[in-house]
């Protein structure tokens, strides 16, 4: 695998538990604001930083024999698939009734029990392959049962 491409993959999957992680906090009518842990793609670097502390992991820096590519494809696509339907119940749900928002709103929690294991297992493959571990809301812990 080539460590630019793994460093994208990294970047962008972590920016999707940030979007998931907001979501989750506002639809349990809390505020998400900001994460004390931030991780960016600058170049060829994977900037992580976490609340004082920066810490640069470059692209051959990674452990791409831990990268497990398959694995990590097929969570994807999963993720995918009910984050566009997570989405779009929580806009429905916006809009409707009583009744119809409680249907919505038991759908989506079982969405969002779904997506937090893979979200989980998605992250274990980039810690692995960053050789750190990841804390605050990467670990998911207080929107995730």
């Not at 989750?24 to 060829?44: C, L, M, N, Y």
């Not at 692209?59 to 698939?81: N, P």
């Not at 009583?98 to 249907?103: G, K, L, Q």
């Amino acid at each position: 695998m080539d460590p630019m491409y793994a460093l994208t993959l990294i970047a962008t999957g972590l920016g999707l538990v940030d979007k998931f992680y907001d979501v989750a906090k506002k639809w349990q009518g809390e505020e998400a604001g900001e994460h004390s842990v931030t991780v960016d793609r600058e170049q060829d670097r994977i900037i992580i930083r976490d609340h004082t502390h920066v810490q640069e992991i470059g692209a051959q820096e990674l452990e791409l024999s831990a990268f497990d590519q398959q694995r990590h494809d097929a969570l994807r696509r999963r993720i995918d698939t009910l984050w566009t339907q997570y989405n779009a119940i929580d806009v429905a749900r916006a809009s409707a009734a009583a009744d119809e928002a409680a249907r919505l709103a038991a759908q989506m929690e079982a969405l969002r029990g779904q997506l937090c294991p893979d979200f989980r297992s998605m992250v274990r493959i980039y810690e692995a392959a960053l050789q750190r571990s990841l804390p605050d809301h990467y670990t998911l812990h207080d929107i995730c049962p």
